[in-house]
């Protein structure tokens, strides 16, 4: 077992690191409290290989491994988590989703200009009525031969507003339960294909979330990604990577908390010493820098076990509903060393606990985090 970083890993990371100082720091505030993102910080992140990590460079991604994605996306989410949320959602849904599943045509037509982030892809599960039980489709996609008319409301996209290509999950056959299920590309402009309004988000405030709607929108037959009845099963094979990518952001919301209050609680005096001199504030610390790291060993477990081709349900849920928990923990301790400080939006830590809190909610809630690990203890 080796527990050192390859040199290119390092380099990877150091290179997000960089990025994420002079590139996302400088007006993250003022992009939370705008609720905006620029598109010129998205090609920037394209241009540097962070938007198709893991993508062949036969189609203009990286060809990096999973260990470098989720380097890139702690380090990015320490300093702004609405980026590495448009990171993840590209990566490990839109890219991966098409570079396994999708057949040559379709991967030479999308997944190219994702990879190097021409366009940026949003996936498109959720509705209204169906969140974490994904099997309660309500959007329809009904055969007509050539193409399919989708019909029905999805809510809660993440890129929802910015996205070129859209994965749509809709019910072809409701017979079938599940099985009845497809997934579908789409792309923005089509007839039919309406963006509701921004969401207004208590964290990730930089992203862009929307409800859409589908009013007999004219799919063609060859956007269908694999097989009759495959979309279900390319729904949860993808939110499974998924996983990892948001174990990352919750590692890195916690680790960006976690260095600015250790930095904080050194320049900060109070009863003639620094607070961290307190052991009520070095025991906190000491609890942080701990539960950090062992999160960082999920992620880094779950990161090697989609590497070697091993099974990562189990893995990448661990990571999620661990990393999350501790992000959410630690980010209201750093907001406590801060003090009143730490109430106001120019130390950055009362962001990070507001975007701590939707680790433990998207792509599985914790709860369904926790009934996965426990049907798979359970199997064995
Ligand atoms: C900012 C944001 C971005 C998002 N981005 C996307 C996106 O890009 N694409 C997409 O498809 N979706 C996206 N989502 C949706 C997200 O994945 C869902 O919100 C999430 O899966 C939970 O579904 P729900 O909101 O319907 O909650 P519900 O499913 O209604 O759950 C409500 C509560 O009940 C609990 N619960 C439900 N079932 C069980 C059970 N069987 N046992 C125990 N507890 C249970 C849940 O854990 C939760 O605490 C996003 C959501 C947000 C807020």
Redesign the pocket.
Known sequence: MDFNLTEEHIMIRDAARDFAQTELLPGVIERDNAQTFPESLVRKMGELGFLGVMVDPKYGGSGMDAISYVLIMEELSKIDASASVMVS?NNSLVCYGLESYANEAQKEKYLTKLAKGEIIG?????EPEA???ATSQKTTAIDMGDHYLLNGT?N???NGGRAGVYLVIAQTDKDKGHKGINAFILEKGMPGFDIGPKED?LG?RGSD?HTLQFNDVKVPKENRIGEDGFGFKFAMKTLSGGRIGIAAQALGIAAGAYELALKYSKERKAFGTEICNHQAIAFKLADMATEIEAARMLVMKAAWDKDQGNNYDMSSAMAKLYASQVAMTHTVEAVQIHGGNGFVKDYHVERLMRDAK?TQ????????QK?VISRGIIKG
């Open positions: 959602v949003a996936f498109c599960l959720s969140g974490s039980d999805k809660w996209i993440t988000k990730i979330t939707i909610i998207y792509e599985g809630t914790s709860e369904i009934i």
